[in-house]
């Protein structure tokens, strides 16, 4: 709501069209509380999270940022996966360009 309602924006689809907003807030944690404090407060925070019950059939809670990271460290060994027809056509736009085609993954 801080980045639609006051922005005016209540309505993120409008006519098929895909309207986003944002909001970034900078906050100095050591106005507020030392750092380091705050920082073993995050850790139990998401410790407290991890243990929280899952129902069957469902993978563990997460905090926000870990699935990213996850992604991120598996793309960064493994590359990021391309439907097939994406990488024929990555390919055939190299090759037209004389740059040379890895083979693919």
Do not use: C, K
Request: charged share 15%; proline share 10%.
């Amino acid at each position: 709501m801080l980045a639609s309602g006051l922005t005016a924006n209540p309505i993120l689809a409008v006519a098929g069209n895909h309207r986003q907003n944002a909001t970034v807030v900078a906050v100095d944690v050591a106005a507020f509380l030392p750092v380091a404090e705050f920082t073993a407060l995050v850790d139990d925070t998401i410790d407290a999270v991890h243990a929280l019950p899952v129902p069957a059939g469902r993978s563990a809670a997460r905090v926000p940022g870990e699935r990213g990271a996850r992604t991120y460290r598996g793309r960064s060994v493994s590359g990021i996966p391309l439907p097939a027809a994406t990488w024929a056509a990555l390919a055939d736009a190299a090759t037209d360009l004389g740059v040379p085609v890895p083979r693919p993954p």
